[in-house]
């Protein structure tokens, strides 16, 4: 599935192959030698900040991955779990849904895979969200 497994290494290497940025290029910007980035390649996971330098890099926001992972495939949360909201760190009120997770769900409901109700169930998406969509899919058609 494009979002169980997230192995960043490939996902940077396809995006440079696709922008055909120069290893160069890439070895002044990120200020690493060649060896450095060959190993990224290969890397299930890397440095957040040596991540963000990647975004920038390519123009593409490589954490929108995890955010999504996180989206399809954490439990939910218990209603009341944890009241208090964090004053040091921001709290997000909802989930973001990106186009690709939009697809994906839309695409697993009309192939037959998945109904609306496991759909909701097992990525916690709400019901009202999933409607939208449908709906929003039913009028361009």
Same mark, same amino acid.
């Given at each position: 599935?494009?979002? +169980?497994?997230?192995?960043?290494?490939?996902?940077? +290497?396809?995006?440079?192959?696709?922008?055909?940025?120069?290893?160069?290029?890439?070895?002044?910007?990120?200020?690493?030698?060649?060896?450095?980035? !060959?190993?990224?390649? /290969?890397?299930?996971?890397?440095? /957040?900040? #040596?991540?963000?330098?990647?975004?920038?890099?390519?123009?593409?926001?490589?954490?929108?991955? *995890?955010?999504?992972?996180?989206?399809?495939?954490? &439990? &939910?949360?218990?209603?009341?779990?944890?009241?208090?909201?964090? !004053?040091? #760190?921001? *709290?997000?009120?909802?989930?973001?849904?990106?186009?690709? #997770?939009?697809?994906? #769900?839309?695409? @697993?409901?009309?192939?037959?895979?998945?109904?609306?109700?496991?759909?909701? +169930?097992?990525?916690?998406?709400?019901?009202?969200?999933?409607? @939208?969509?449908?709906? +929003?899919?039913?009028?361009?058609?």
């Amino acid at each position: 599935m494009l979002y +169980k497994e997230i192995h960043i290494g490939k996902f940077i +290497k396809e995006r440079v192959d696709e922008k055909e940025i120069s290893i160069e290029r890439i070895c002044n910007f990120l200020n690493k030698d060649e060896e450095f980035i !060959e190993n990224v390649y /290969t890397s299930k996971s890397i440095d /957040t900040d #040596i991540l963000l330098r990647w975004c920038k890099l390519l123009e593409y926001d490589f954490f929108r991955l *995890y955010s999504s992972h996180l989206i399809l495939y954490s &439990p &939910p949360s218990a209603v009341h779990k944890n009241p208090n909201k964090s !004053e040091k #760190i921001p *709290y997000f009120r909802k989930n973001i849904y990106t186009q690709e #997770i939009k697809d994906f #769900i839309m695409k @697993r409901i009309i192939s037959g895979e998945m109904t609306q109700s496991e759909v909701i +169930k097992e990525y916690s998406i709400p019901k009202s969200t999933l409607h @939208r969509w449908l709906q +929003k899919r039913n009028d361009v058609e």
